[in-house]
């Protein structure tokens, strides 16, 4: 088969395709001849440098295909079957997860971080974490929305307790969180507030159902966000940007509001004033990937319609490092998808 591999962390140019052996089946694993790979900023940071990362590495959490080949032990599936990987790893038996948080268990871990992952022809994986997506799903649109669902699903409802009527504030409307968040926030009855950096992606933001679009390059978003509050700011605030962001997160949040973090994108350090979080009973939530209930929660919406993944751009998976850069750039509007 032919795979994404690298063998020592760096930049893009780490990454080859290349000839590579198949994967050896186990008894409870099922094959998946990879149709559609998606890429998520997870596949930048392993790539970088992550500590403990296995090497070399297969990158890449979101993928969907084709079972080629059944264990011994797994009788749920068919040769053929087209199916969609839950990329959250996790033990099964600990409290955590009897109790639905896996996201919680000791040993999770991420498909594409703690083990090989999704960029490659083909790929065995545990039958637990595979399931089989309705014939009207493209393999596009299965690839596309697992991780960034399970993230977004889990850090508004799980994590911050959305209710509806509440006004949530969305930072990055055309990143892949972000624009699933958008999507999960108004089928649940919120007001959406979103930042944008240019015309097109505000365009975007309207069209996924945002009620107000700001953009932070040309706009004074705690101004504005004051002013269409009426002055009380917003409920909960969906951070993933971290340094650059995070004052402006705390000014435009009210009284017994929540910012629910899921990442760090621009730095990890940020200034708190506790006076603002006893006085207005703040809360700031920390959020991981997700539940095996979020994500079986998000594939229910995906596959009525009620949210659809945004696939902003394709590459052939053997165009690896061109993928990679383009990411990196940072001006994709919701998924980047690899094709085999
Ligand atoms: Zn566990």
Same mark, same amino acid.
């Given at each position: 088969?032919?795979?994404?591999?690298?063998? +020592?962390? &760096?930049?893009? #140019?780490?990454?080859?395709? *290349? %000839?590579?052996?198949?994967?050896?089946?186990? !008894?409870?694993?099922?094959?998946?001849?990879?149709?559609?790979?998606?890429?998520?900023?997870?596949?930048?940071?392993?790539?970088?440098?992550?500590?403990?990362?296995?090497?070399?590495?297969?990158?890449?959490?979101?993928?969907?295909?084709?079972?080629?080949?059944?264990?011994?032990?797994?009788?749920?599936?068919?040769?053929?079957?087209?199916?969609?990987?839950?990329?959250?790893?996790?033990?099964?038996?600990?409290?955590?997860?009897?109790?639905?948080?896996?996201?919680?268990?000791?040993?999770?871990?991420?498909?594409?971080?703690? +083990?090989? &992952?999704?960029? #490659?022809?083909?790929?065995? *994986? %545990?039958?637990?974490?595979?399931?089989?997506? !309705?014939?009207?799903?493209?393999?596009?649109?299965?690839?596309?929305?697992?991780?960034?669902?399970?993230?977004?699903?889990?850090?508004?409802?799980?994590?911050?307790?959305?209710?509806?009527?509440?006004?949530?504030?969305?930072?990055?409307?055309?990143?892949?969180?972000?624009?699933?968040?958008?999507?999960?926030?108004?089928?649940?009855?919120?007001?959406?507030?979103?930042?944008?950096?240019?015309?097109?992606?505000?365009?975007?933001?309207?069209?996924?159902?945002?009620?107000?679009?700001?953009?932070?390059?040309?706009?004074?978003?705690?101004?504005?966000?004051?002013?269409?509050?009426?002055?009380?700011?917003?409920?909960?605030?969906?951070?993933?940007?971290?340094?650059?962001?995070?004052?402006?997160?705390?000014?435009?949040?009210?009284?017994?509001?929540?910012?629910?973090?899921?990442?760090?994108?621009?730095?990890?350090?940020?200034?708190?004033?506790?006076?603002?979080?006893?006085?207005?009973?703040?809360?700031?939530?920390?959020?991981?990937?997700?539940?095996?209930?979020?994500?079986?929660?998000?594939?229910?919406?995906?596959?009525?319609?009620?949210?659809?993944?945004?696939?902003?751009?394709?590459?052939?998976?053997?165009?690896?490092?061109?993928?990679?850069?383009?990411?990196?750039?940072?001006?994709?509007?919701?998924?980047?998808?690899?094709?085999?």
């Amino acid at each position: 088969m032919k795979t994404v591999l690298f063998e +020592e962390q &760096g930049d893009p #140019s780490v990454l080859q395709w *290349i %000839d590579y052996p198949d994967p050896i089946l186990t !008894p409870s694993q099922v094959i998946i001849d990879i149709k559609a790979a998606a890429m998520n900023h997870l596949d930048l940071w392993v790539r970088r440098g992550i500590p403990n990362a296995p090497l070399p590495m297969i990158p890449g959490s979101d993928g969907a295909g084709v079972i080629s080949q059944i264990g011994d032990e797994v009788n749920d599936f068919n040769i053929g079957d087209r199916v969609v990987i839950q990329p959250l790893t996790y033990c099964g038996n600990c409290e955590a997860c009897k109790n639905g948080q896996e996201n919680f268990c000791q040993s999770f871990g991420i498909i594409g971080e703690s +083990e090989l &992952g999704t960029n #490659s022809e083909k790929m065995a *994986i %545990d039958a637990k974490y595979v399931y089989k997506i !309705p014939d009207n799903m493209d393999f596009e649109t299965a690839a596309a929305f697992p991780l960034v669902s399970e993230t977004a699903y889990t850090m508004l409802i799980h994590r911050a307790k959305m209710n509806r009527g509440e006004t949530i504030f969305i930072w990055g409307a055309s990143s892949g969180v972000g624009h699933i968040a958008i999507q999960i926030a108004k089928v649940f009855g919120c007001t959406v507030i979103t930042s944008v950096g240019d015309a097109n992606k505000a365009e975007f933001a309207k069209s996924l159902g945002a009620d107000l679009v700001l953009n932070y390059r040309t706009q004074n978003i705690v101004d504005e966000v004051k002013k269409y509050t009426d002055g009380k700011g917003v409920d909960i605030v969906f951070e993933h940007v971290g340094t650059t962001t995070w004052d402006i997160s705390t000014r435009i949040l009210g009284l017994g509001g929540r910012i629910v973090t899921c990442g760090a994108t621009t730095g990890a350090k940020v200034n708190i004033d506790l006076r603002h979080i006893f006085y207005k009973q703040q809360s700031i939530i920390g959020s991981t990937m997700g539940s095996v209930a979020a994500f079986k929660a998000m594939f229910a919406l995906v596959s009525e319609g009620k949210i659809t993944p945004h696939i902003g751009k394709l590459f052939p998976m053997s165009q690896i490092v061109d993928a990679h850069n383009y990411l990196e750039q940072g001006n994709q509007i919701g998924k980047v998808v690899l094709l085999t």
